[in-house]
């Protein structure tokens, strides 16, 4: 009876350490976080100068970005979108803030993990201005002493319904 309940007890107490020790692997060190945030810094200066290169050259060279009209692969093709974006619309105001919650280290700490929330404003060739605003989340890589976007996914909030027609 007392193996059963030393087994019982044992079992608990490996239950209850394995995810505060999850929990302390996935935590990123002070270091990694302003690296990620200055990655992040980086994308908004390029996208609020509507640079494609600078903000492709951000981006590995097999990176995916999942955009509201499906997937784009590889960094070359991720600047002509970009590219071609800009030849249409001027961006500004752009900013992305990673939730209160990330990054988040996945494995051995060569790759991360972050989401939250994203806003701009544009303007086209056929009025605006235009605010936009949408969630992401992105798998950044460390990439020798500099990290890489590997895969970033976006999509955009639907603006509120407009307010019923009464008679």
Not at 10 to 31: M, S
Not at 69 to 82: D, L, N, S
Not at 141 to 152: A, C, F, P, S, V
Request: glycine content about 8%.
């Amino acid at each position: 009876m007392k193996i059963r309940l030393l087994g019982a007890l044992v079992g608990l107490a490996i239950n209850f350490a394995v995810p505060t020790f999850a929990q302390e692997k996935e935590t990123v060190d002070p270091q990694t976080a302003q690296q990620i945030r200055a990655l992040s810094i980086k994308y908004d200066e390029a996208f609020n100068n509507n640079d494609a290169a600078a903000l492709a050259a951000l981006y590995m060279e097999d990176a995916v970005e999942v955009t509201d009209t499906g997937p784009i692969y590889g960094r070359e093709a991720i600047e002509k979108h970009f590219a071609d974006v800009f030849k249409q619309v001027h961006v500004t105001n752009h900013l992305g803030e990673g939730d209160q919650y990330s990054p988040h280290i996945i494995g051995p700490g060569n790759e991360i993990w972050a989401n939250g929330e994203w806003s701009l404003t544009f303007q086209g060739k056929s009025g605006g201005p235009i605010q936009a605003k949408g969630y992401w989340s992105a798998i950044d890589t460390r990439e020798g002493d500099t990290w890489k976007i590997r895969m970033l996914t976006w999509n955009v909030t639907p603006p509120p319904p407009a307010p019923a027609q009464t008679k």
